[in-house]
């Protein structure tokens, strides 16, 4: 499985944007860029995904660099419910069986 | 639509036990997915089922299996418990092929004694 390497932790300001990197210079020609949250005590929840153009819907943006090696996830407007783990993972054709790394915990402070 | 539904959400269980847990997936979504998840391992990929066929297995030892049934409705077996087997078991539903994005249960917490 293709690896992606995101960083332990980040934090933000409540109702501040907030970018989320992940790298993945392994990354093939069929790999989709996926993210996920998990909210304590939740199961993960899919955020966006994308292959080679940047994608928008109601909860993120998702950014993608042109050699595709590297993507930002981008919340336009932390909010307190934003706190959280997030996974970046590459998903191709190993159907149905998303590789979850240590994801990023995102806190948000008021 | 309603979502992913897991039964039970919790269950104790003792050493030596089997144990069955269900995942009822996302109405229309033929694709189900089993993780477990631990504080040591984090989440970890189970198996896939897709029209009633496993395609894809992780590397979980034999004591783990599953199944899905005719309703895209899956259940997976755990025998012959061990205390390490201890987790959150979550299973995750997803459109066509599954190679869509995944929409997870609230899982079952299985406690191992």
Same mark, same amino acid.
């Given at each position: 499985?293709?690896?992606?390497?995101?960083?332990?932790?980040?934090?933000?300001?409540?109702?501040?944007?907030?970018?989320?990197?992940?790298?993945?210079?392994?990354?093939?020609?069929?790999?989709?860029?996926?993210?996920?949250?998990?909210?304590?005590?939740?199961?993960?929840?899919?955020?966006?995904?994308?292959?080679?153009?940047?994608?928008?819907?109601?909860?993120?943006?998702?950014?993608?660099?042109?050699?595709?090696?590297?993507?930002?996830?981008?919340?336009?407007?932390?909010?307190?419910?934003?706190?959280?783990?997030?996974?970046?993972?590459?998903?191709?054709?190993?159907?149905?069986?998303?590789?979850? +790394?240590?994801?990023?915990?995102?806190?948000?402070?008021? | 639509?309603?979502?992913?539904?897991?039964?039970?959400?919790?269950?104790?269980?003792?050493?030596?036990?089997?144990?069955?847990?269900?995942?009822?997936?996302?109405?229309?979504?033929?694709?189900?997915?089993?993780?477990?998840?631990?504080?040591?391992?984090?989440?970890?990929?189970?198996?896939?089922?897709?029209?009633?066929?496993?395609?894809?297995?992780?590397?979980?030892?034999?004591?783990?299996?599953?199944?899905?049934?005719?309703?895209?409705?899956?259940?997976?077996?755990?025998?012959?418990?061990?205390? +390490?087997?201890?987790?959150?078991?979550?299973?995750?539903?997803?459109?066509?092929?599954?190679?869509?994005?995944?929409?997870?249960?609230? +899982?079952?917490?299985?406690?191992?004694?």
């Amino acid at each position: 499985d293709a690896k992606t390497t995101q960083p332990n932790s980040m934090e933000s300001n409540e109702e501040e944007p907030v970018h989320l990197p992940c790298n993945h210079s392994t990354i093939s020609g069929t790999d989709y860029i996926h993210w996920y949250r998990q909210l304590p005590s939740q199961g993960p929840e899919y955020v966006i995904h994308g292959l080679t153009s940047n994608v928008n819907n109601r909860m993120a943006s998702l950014a993608i660099a042109e050699d595709r090696k590297s993507s930002t996830l981008i919340l336009h407007r932390a909010t307190l419910r934003d706190a959280a783990v997030y996974y970046c993972i590459l998903y191709g054709t190993s159907y149905g069986k998303l590789t979850f +790394g240590q994801g990023t915990i995102l806190t948000v402070h008021p | 639509k309603a979502g992913v539904t897991q039964t039970p959400r919790y269950l104790i269980k003792t050493r030596g036990q089997q144990v069955t847990l269900s995942c009822s997936p996302i109405s229309g979504h033929r694709s189900v997915s089993w993780y477990q998840q631990t504080p040591g391992q984090g989440l970890q990929f189970l198996f896939e089922y897709f029209s009633e066929t496993q395609r894809n297995k992780g590397n979980f030892p034999g004591r783990f299996s599953g199944r899905q049934f005719s309703n895209s409705r899956s259940e997976m077996n755990v025998s012959t418990l061990e205390l +390490g087997d201890s987790a959150l078991y979550l299973c995750a539903s997803s459109s066509e092929d599954g190679l869509n994005e995944q929409y997870f249960g609230p +899982g079952t917490r299985l406690t191992v004694t």
